[in-house]
């Protein structure tokens, strides 16, 4: 952990660990991390981790091979997970880079930090890539954190389609897979006893994905800046239709910007429950409704779904705390207060019929795409002219810093690794907000207010442990309800199955020795629990 050097949490020492190379054999020091840290503000205007260091970093001091302070223009008391988690930030190698343009060299050979180095990948279409054990995996992060890896060799391959990959994890092609349907995660367990996932029973996957899901506007974009229009879009929406729709019912509901993990419910969401069934909007309308964990049991319950808890307590933890009421004629009356009018039973703005288009993926992150094609369906009911555009990945991130002249069907935000909550908060500052066409510096809502401003200040200035984050942090979501600057909906519903027909002991509720979300840096902390099993 970084040590603050003064009361204010703008200077920091940081010390790494001795012994660490690159996988050339390189060793690894501040001079990396001081490097990197100067290249990304020298192009921010090209690369976004850029932006978050040129808001907040000075400058940087080298006290030896092992030790550096880093200088803050602003106090940064969270400067751990605003660096290496919530914000991408990624060290790379001085020795490699120093005569480069980061932002254009395409590396032929990277090199890394851990365990693997890659010894040959698909130069064509890139859709594989092999790794092998170093030699000197000592001399890895994990390597001293964990021992030594088991597999000698990791090769990553990309299936096209959902079909094509759930035939190879049946015929034992796959050791691991990312996210799948429902319907096809079902055809896996029936088609092999090799196949299983986090748990064995419904919901199969786990809701404590740190990425929380929903709809994602510009609110400063023409009527998208009205709260009225962002919440009538949210009454206009049967949440448990969308469950049902989307992905079976398999979702945690969140009604606040934060992923419904176990330590966000405990910490904020669940706290928040009184203020939320008091929470009453301009009109003196109450839109919660505490009821959605037990209204969905009742539901899947009468579908054939078994095993589900009876206790309203323990449905509440599955399920969520609740969500806002489908009410279609409170909608009608934000949707008139926000300009627009009702003509021919489709809604009008400035005279003109208003159409919504939805951005979603297409062939990744397939709850976000299925969620978009359920809520353009609601929305359709309620008389909006919805169209869904689903891009691939290259457009979709491409246009996703921008903005975007309509709505988004993805991840609302992630980085939700402890309870201080200020490395997600600092982008909402009002003076981070920037016109749709430009990179928005973080503040991908384009929202803010003079009293998120002050909150996020005052977090900046406290202790990293200080409980007062959590009671600030707490100010600023409910700022975030009453404006409804996002329509936040679900976690992010991971159901990654494994096959243990070659390796086994995969992390999973009763071996939870790690969390199954390979890719958020923990499956480099698997490899030496995972274990062959001699075939």
């Given at each position: 952990?970084?040590i603050?050097l003064?009361?204010?949490?703008?200077?920091?020492?940081i010390?790494?660990?001795?012994?660490?190379?690159?996988?050339?054999?390189?060793?690894f020091?501040?001079?990396?991390v001081?490097f990197t840290?100067e290249?990304?503000i020298a192009?921010?205007?090209?690369?976004?981790?850029?932006?978050t260091?040129d808001?907040?970093?000075?400058?940087?001091e080298k006290?030896?091979d092992?030790?550096m302070i880093?200088?803050?223009d602003?106090?940064?008391?969270n400067?751990?997970?605003s660096?290496?988690?919530?914000?991408?930030?990624?060290?790379?190698?001085k020795?490699?880079?120093?005569?480069?343009?980061i932002?254009t060299?395409e590396d032929?050979?990277?090199v890394?930090l851990?365990a693997?180095k890659l010894?040959k990948?698909d130069?064509?279409?890139?859709?594989?890539?092999?790794w092998e054990?170093r030699?000197?995996?000592k001399?890895s992060?994990?390597?001293?954190?964990s021992?030594?890896?088991?597999?000698?060799y990791?090769l990553f391959?990309?299936y096209?389609?959902e079909?094509?990959r759930?035939?190879a994890?049946?015929?034992?092609?796959i050791?691991m897979?990312c996210?799948?349907?429902?319907e096809?995660y079902k055809?896996?367990?029936?088609?092999s006893?090799?196949?299983s996932a986090?748990?064995?029973?419904?919901?199969y996957?786990t809701?404590?994905?740190v990425c929380a899901?929903?709809m994602k506007?510009?609110?400063?974009?023409g009527?998208?800046s009205?709260?009225?229009?962002?919440?009538?879009?949210?009454?206009?929406m049967d949440?448990?239709e969308?469950?049902?729709t989307?992905?079976?019912?398999q979702l945690r509901?969140?009604?606040?910007?934060l992923?419904?993990?176990?330590?966000?419910m405990?910490a904020?969401?669940?706290?928040?429950?009184d203020?939320l069934n008091?929470f009453?909007?301009?009109?003196g309308?109450?839109p919660?409704?505490?009821?959605?964990a037990?209204?969905?049991?009742?539901?899947?319950t009468?579908?054939?779904v078994?095993?589900l808890p009876t206790d309203?307590?323990?449905l509440i933890?599955?399920f969520?705390i609740?969500?806002?009421?489908?009410?279609t004629?409170?909608a009608?009356?934000?949707?008139?207060?926000?300009?627009f009018e009702?003509?021919?039973g489709?809604?009008?703005y400035?005279?003109?019929?208003?159409?919504?288009?939805?951005?979603?993926?297409?062939g990744?992150?397939?709850q976000s795409?299925?969620?978009?094609?359920?809520v353009?369906?609601?929305w359709?009911k309620?008389?909006l002219d919805?169209?869904?555009?689903n891009?691939?990945?290259?457009?979709?991130?491409?246009?996703?810093?921008t903005?975007?002249?309509?709505?988004?069907?993805?991840?609302?935000?992630?980085?939700?690794?402890s309870?201080?909550?200020?490395?997600?908060?600092?982008n909402?500052k009002?003076?981070n907000?920037?016109?749709?066409?430009?990179?928005?510096n973080?503040?991908?809502y384009?929202?803010?207010?003079s009293?998120?401003d002050?909150?996020?200040?005052e977090?900046?200035?406290?202790?990293?442990?200080?409980?007062?984050?959590t009671?600030?942090?707490?100010?600023?979501l409910?700022q975030?309800v009453i404006?409804?600057?996002?329509i936040?909906m679900?976690?992010?519903?991971?159901?990654l199955?494994?096959?243990?027909?070659?390796?086994?002991?995969?992390?999973?509720?009763?071996?939870?020795y790690n969390g199954p979300?390979?890719?958020?840096?923990?499956f480099?902390?698997?490899?030496?629990?995972i274990?062959?099993t001699?075939?």
């Open positions: 952990m970084p603050a003064d009361e204010n949490n703008t200077s920091f020492q010390n790494l660990r001795e012994g660490i190379t690159w996988s050339d054999g390189e060793k020091t501040v001079d990396d001081i840290i290249a990304l192009a921010e205007d090209e690369l976004s981790e850029g932006v260091l808001n907040y970093v000075a400058n940087c006290l030896d092992y030790s880093i200088n803050c602003v106090p940064w008391s400067i751990t997970e660096l290496f988690f919530t914000n991408g930030f990624a060290i790379i190698p020795h490699i880079y120093e005569n480069e343009d932002a060299f032929s050979n990277p890394n851990g693997y010894v990948r130069q064509t279409s890139g859709t594989w890539s092999l054990k030699d000197d995996w001399n992060a994990v390597g001293v954190i021992g030594e890896p088991n597999p000698k990791i391959q990309y096209s389609t079909e094509t759930t035939m994890l049946v015929n034992n092609d050791d897979l996210n799948v349907t429902p096809a055809v896996m367990t029936e088609s006893e090799y196949i986090w748990s064995s029973e419904f919901p996957g809701f404590d994905d899901r929903g506007v510009a609110c400063n974009n009527a998208y009205d709260a009225n229009f962002r919440w009538a879009l949210a009454l206009a949440i448990q969308v469950a049902i989307a992905f079976n019912g509901v969140t009604p606040v910007a992923a419904p993990t176990k330590a966000m405990d904020y969401i669940k706290p928040m429950t203020w008091d009453k909007l301009d009109d309308y109450a919660f409704n505490p009821n959605y037990t209204e969905l049991a009742a539901y899947l009468s579908q054939g078994e095993g309203e307590q323990k933890d599955l969520g609740g969500w806002w009421k489908y009410d004629t409170e009608s009356a934000l949707m008139e207060k926000a300009g009702l003509v021919d489709k809604w009008n400035d005279g003109e019929p208003f159409q919504i288009t939805i951005l979603a993926p297409s990744f992150e397939v795409e299925r969620m978009a094609t359920a353009a369906d609601q359709r309620f008389g919805v169209e869904v555009v891009s691939d990945s290259s457009v979709y991130w491409g246009t996703f810093t903005g975007y002249d309509g709505v988004y069907s993805n991840i609302l935000g992630c980085g939700y690794f309870t201080n909550l200020l490395s997600v908060f600092m909402y009002t003076d907000i920037v016109e749709l066409g430009t990179y928005d973080g503040n991908n384009r929202w803010g207010n009293t998120v002050a909150l996020i200040a977090m900046g200035t406290l202790d990293y442990n200080d409980t007062k984050n009671e600030l942090a707490t100010q600023i409910k975030m404006e409804m600057p996002c936040p679900y976690s992010s519903t991971m159901t199955p494994t096959n243990s027909y070659y390796w086994t002991n995969y992390p999973t509720a009763d071996n939870a979300w390979w890719w958020h840096t923990t480099k902390y698997m490899l030496p629990e274990t062959s001699g075939k």
